[in-house]
Structures are given as C-alpha cells and as structure tokens.
C-alpha cells in the first residue's frame, strides 16, 4: 500500500501562494491523507481559503489551525501536535512552492521500499539544480568551507552542499522534506530559532539522523518561488544566517562541526562580501557586508546564551 502522508503548512499572510501550493496538492499522484494549515496572519483570508478548498475537495483532508505564536518553527510545532493518527509520513512544505506531481509519490517509494526501516526521512530538490562548477569562486568557497561539489554533505563549517543528482544518501535535508510519522511529537523544530528562522530544516534533519538514514532524489522537484510577502530585508537576513550557522555548529559537534572551521568560513566571507562592496558597489552587497557584521556582533555580546541555547 502507498505511505498515506501528512502535510505540514505554516503560512502567514500569503494567501495567493499558499492556493498555488493546495493546486499543486490536488494534482499530486499520490495524494495525503490529511494538509494541516498552521496560520499566523493577520486575517480570516487563509481560514476562508481553507473553507472554500474543504468544500471543493473534502478528499484533501485539509485542517485549519489558528496557531497561538507567529513563527515558521512555532507554527509547525504547533501542527505536530495535532497530527492525526492515519498517517505513515509527515511531508513539511513551505507556503509559496509548488510541487510537481509525482514529489509525494516518489518520496513515499523511498520509504515503502525500505523494509528494514532504516531512512528517517527524504526530500527532494528544488529546480534548477546547482550543477558543479570549477572556477576561481567555487575554489575560493572550497579552500574557506564555503562551499564545494553538489553532494548533499555537511561541511565541518556548518555550510551545507546542495545535492547531486540521482536518488542517494544525504548527510542533511531541506525544508520541504518528508519523515517517519514515528518520530513526532518527540521530534520538534527548534524553538530557539524564532521568527523568520534559517538552518531550522537542517537542525531538524540532523536531530532526524539519530533514528536513521537521508535520502535526498532529485527525481522529486519542486518549484520554490520565494515569495516576497513576510520576507526580512538583506542585511537582517545575513546577520541572522551568521548566528544561525554558529548556533548549528555548536549543537551539533558530535557530528564533526567545529568551531575553528565555522571561524575559518566567516573570515573568507567576510573578505568575499568585503571584496564584492569595493569592486561593485552595489548598495545589496553592503547591505549584506553590513548584515555579517551584525551577526558576528549578535554572537559576541550574547554569547553565553547562544552557547545554552544550543546545549539545551
């Protein structure tokens, strides 16, 4: 029998998207059993979307949920808690995607050919899928572990590779990925990461790998159109994403990130953003020289708290 599949959607103020992503739902192959909606707006538009689809295809099993705190990981907590009991997989989708047809049904094959039960969880890729290049840049990001080859690794800098092509083990998995309804509620989002949270779908994928394997196929494509509705501007996002991936690094050492690698990264990033403002000048690249800047700034006066943070 197909895995019957639970989708997780938390969504605020994207009402145009979050339909792009429900036509999807209803065109896919193998269809879920249940699409739980995790709202934060800031009006009944979601709610009546969610009524008017209930209405119009009650086999989507879509669940309107109020969440009680605004917040990507605090809106998906809050909808594990209220799974039902049917299905074999929760499948976590962001609001403003779309996905073609077969990416539940080739994410469930994963799981249901392996009888033994040793993947936790399996994603797809978003398109156009990072090819490998050899330039001056890509051997830049290799030798300050900012990057490398497409191979879905985790570098010891807490940067994570983009993965290959084919069906094949991944050391972490993107937002929209699918796991074992067994693992949940025990396994949860971090809290600690709140807001417009970045590095959250890692964290979560390498907590995942205590009870199994990854599988990432890039035979499972999605559309990520990156809305812009809800979105922090450049620079907060550079200085979140420098206190995201040090917060990573430290919680998951066992896993062979390291502090002086972390360090080794931000030095290189700070001389490529460093060297994108002087030689183009371009009021982004400062934008997100300046956001870098305030992430260090962020880990150096709280760093204590980032520290229990990532212990707890």
Sequence with gaps: MPSRVSVIVATRNRTDDLESLLESLKRQTVRPVEVIISDGGDDR???RLCEETRAERPDLGVVYLK?????????????????????DAVLFADDDVVLEREYIEVLSAVLERDTRRQVAGVAGVSMPLQKATESAYAAYCRFFLLGGRPTGRMLSSGVNLAPGEGCAAADWLFGCAMYRRELFPELKWASEMTGYALYDDVDLSLRARAAGSLVVCSSAQLEHRHSAGGRESRRQIA?????????LVLRHRRLGLTRSAYWWSVLGLLLLEGARVVCKRRDTDLEIWRGTIDGLRTIIRSRGRVLDDARG
């Design 45 to 47: 538009s979601t709610e």
């Design 67 to 87: 969440a009680p705190a605004i917040g990507a990981t605090a809106q998906r907590n809050f909808a594990i808690d209220h799974l039902g009991d049917e299905a």
């Design 239 to 247: 200085g979140k994403s420098v206190v995201n991936r040090y917060w």
